[in-house]
């Protein structure tokens, strides 16, 4: 069972168009042009890789957002967050952006850890690399489904260093201690799930889940979800919204109570498209 990774493309029906220009450099006035590299690897797997877009003048304060796709963590490609690269770009001209593949889980390589080590291995490339690239170590996250799942987790468990500003999930699992999971009699959900394999331990679930893992110094977090969605149920939001709110941490919450697992199938939800992409950007200025 495969994951439908949500699309904003319809969003990019009603922006102005735009264009990269040369950009300006850190110091001595030098200019640096826009840079937009793409495959740049970071391990020897050939999906350990990802596009990075740095913006003109950008300086060793640019902040960086990384998006990370959706597929069930064992399909997907970065190419898939094309639209919200857009998007960025289009909004935000001054935020280096980041879309990464990860490496993708079969029967003998499971999701966890390697993704979320993939992942760290990202970070660790966009610090060693950051005075080459002109960037800070000041990161968003933004994934959709599965890389919902993973940019939490990895914001609210391996940022050891706290340099996640905020995180974006949109229709991400957050607890696979759910009732709705664990006592669920659907067979293709149950095979979805299966993925972090078959009568898991309590202890391993709750490890791999973002809402047990979320602390005090959790990053911000906005949270959109569909109320017909046969894959992540709505009380995968709603937890996760209660906790942060229990430990004090900025949050935001989005129910569309007619959406499925992602929006933009059609045209009757360009609005859902267009308020989602609205609430990411008011929230993108508020906490990166």
Same mark, same amino acid.
């Given at each position: 069972m495969k994951l439908i990774t949500p699309t904003l493309s319809l969003i990019l029906f009603?922006?102005?168009?735009? /264009?990269?220009?040369d950009d300006s450099g850190d110091s001595n006035s030098e200019k640096l042009e826009s840079l937009k590299l793409t495959d740049v690897s970071y391990g020897? !797997?050939?999906?350990?890789?990802? !596009?990075?877009?740095?913006?003109?003048? *950008?300086?060793?304060?640019?902040?960086?957002?990384?998006? =990370?796709?959706g597929g069930g963590w064992s399909s997907g490609d970065k190419s898939s967050m094309d639209a919200l690269i857009g998007l960025y770009r289009a909004d935000f001209p001054d935020i280096a952006l980041v879309n990464i593949?990860? *490496?993708? /889980?079969?029967?003998?390589?499971?999701? +966890?850890?390697m993704q979320i080590d993939d992942i760290t291995s990202v970070i660790n490339q966009l610090k060693a690399k950051k005075d080459d690239y002109v960037i800070s170590e000041n990161y968003g996250f933004l994934?959709?489904?599965a890389g919902g799942h993973l940019s939490l987790l990895w914001s609210y468990a391996f940022d050891t260093q706290n340099n996640v500003n905020m995180v974006c999930s949109i229709v991400g699992p957050t607890n696979f201690l759910d009732p709705a999971y664990t006592n669920n009699t659907d067979p293709l959900l149950q095979e979805l799930l299966n993925v972090y394999g078959v009568n898991p331990s309590e202890d391993y679930l709750k490890e791999v889940s973002p809402l047990h *893992?979320?602390?005090?110094? /959790?990053?911000?977090?906005?949270?959109? +979800?569909?109320?017909?969605?046969?894959? =992540? &149920?709505?009380?995968?939001?709603t937890d996760l919204r209660d906790k942060l709110n229990t430990l004090n941490v900025a949050n935001e919450f989005t129910l569309y109570p007619d959406a499925g697992h992602?929006?933009?199938?059609? &045209?009757?939800?360009i609005a859902l498209l267009l308020d989602t992409w609205s609430k990411i950007k008011s929230f993108t200025l508020a906490y990166l």
């Amino acid at each position: 069972m495969k994951l439908i990774t949500p699309t904003l493309s319809l969003i990019l029906f009603f922006l102005l168009s735009f /264009s990269c220009s040369d950009d300006s450099g850190d110091s001595n006035s030098e200019k640096l042009e826009s840079l937009k590299l793409t495959d740049v690897s970071y391990g020897s !797997d050939s999906n350990q890789i990802y !596009d990075i877009y740095l913006p003109e003048d *950008r300086t060793k304060q640019t902040k960086v957002m990384i998006l =990370v796709h959706g597929g069930g963590w064992s399909s997907g490609d970065k190419s898939s967050m094309d639209a919200l690269i857009g998007l960025y770009r289009a909004d935000f001209p001054d935020i280096a952006l980041v879309n990464i593949n990860y *490496r993708l /889980s079969d029967e003998n390589n499971p999701p +966890y850890p390697m993704q979320i080590d993939d992942i760290t291995s990202v970070i660790n490339q966009l610090k060693a690399k950051k005075d080459d690239y002109v960037i800070s170590e000041n990161y968003g996250f933004l994934g959709t489904s599965a890389g919902g799942h993973l940019s939490l987790l990895w914001s609210y468990a391996f940022d050891t260093q706290n340099n996640v500003n905020m995180v974006c999930s949109i229709v991400g699992p957050t607890n696979f201690l759910d009732p709705a999971y664990t006592n669920n009699t659907d067979p293709l959900l149950q095979e979805l799930l299966n993925v972090y394999g078959v009568n898991p331990s309590e202890d391993y679930l709750k490890e791999v889940s973002p809402l047990h *893992r979320a602390t005090t110094t /959790s990053p911000p977090t906005i949270l959109f +979800y569909g109320g017909q969605d046969p894959l =992540v &149920p709505t009380s995968q939001g709603t937890d996760l919204r209660d906790k942060l709110n229990t430990l004090n941490v900025a949050n935001e919450f989005t129910l569309y109570p007619d959406a499925g697992h992602g929006w933009g199938a059609n &045209p009757n939800e360009i609005a859902l498209l267009l308020d989602t992409w609205s609430k990411i950007k008011s929230f993108t200025l508020a906490y990166l």
